[in-house]
């Protein structure tokens, strides 16, 4: 459910994107508008080449706008231009990707498949692998937390990439990442998922009880 007395997770305003110029010009986004609050999920409907994967690229930092501002977790990122000089970073910090393929690394099992992004936080080996095994367990994939890829179903497969996505955009738990957005992708439905913060913080709550 939406929780709207908390500030919005995104707010895109008047945001536009072209590509080419003159007659070769396209216009993939033109004057986008949404607010988007903690616990909503947001789905973006339309036939291919309407520009749902565009937006979802721009809010994602990935893809620079024409114009427009974006305000991601009550900060401006972008205002007619990017105001953040390390993107990776608050991509790391603040926004998880889960894609239609769970794009798992072949060579890792699936608890280190996990872990990877809080290795790349900073975070040590040991403990990252606990955080990699509670949320396989939450997710009810957490006895095959020692499967390879190949060896993982669709299913099993996806609910790894999930997991690892709320590694990417949850590493720092005591902070502002708790509201972290949340992307996911598929052919004709691109979805941007917003946290609950509530439930982040009794997960907090649990694990330091």
Not at 43 to 70: D, N, Q, V, W, Y
Not at 150 to 165: H, T
Request: hydrophobic fraction near 40%; charged fraction near 25%.
């Amino acid at each position: 459910m939406a929780d709207t007395s908390k500030p919005a997770i995104v707010h895109v305003e008047h945001l536009s994107k072209h590509f080419g110029q003159g007659t070769s010009r396209v216009n993939a986004l033109v004057d986008i508008n949404m607010v988007v609050y903690p616990g909503q999920v947001v789905g973006l409907m339309g036939p291919s080449g309407s520009g749902k994967t565009t937006l979802l690229h721009c809010i994602a930092c990935i893809l620079e706008p024409s114009s427009g501002r974006i305000t991601l977790d009550d900060e401006v990122v972008y205002d007619e231009h990017w105001l953040k000089s390390d993107l990776r970073r608050l991509r790391l910090d603040k926004i998880g990707f889960i894609f239609q393929y769970p794009n798992l690394l072949p060579f890792l099992d699936g608890s280190d498949n996990v872990a990877l992004v809080l290795g790349l936080a900073g975070y040590r080996s040991a403990e990252a692998r606990a955080r990699a095994v509670e949320l396989l367990d939450y997710l009810e994939v957490g006895h095959r937390k020692h499967a390879f890829p190949r060896q993982l179903s669709g299913g099993e497969a996806q609910r790894v990439a999930i997991a690892r996505a709320r590694q990417q955009a949850t590493h720092n738990l005591g902070g502002r990442a708790d509201r972290a957005a949340r992307f996911g992708a598929c052919q004709n439905r691109d979805e941007f998922v917003a946290p609950d913060r509530r439930r982040s913080e009794r997960s907090h709550h649990r694990r330091h009880a």
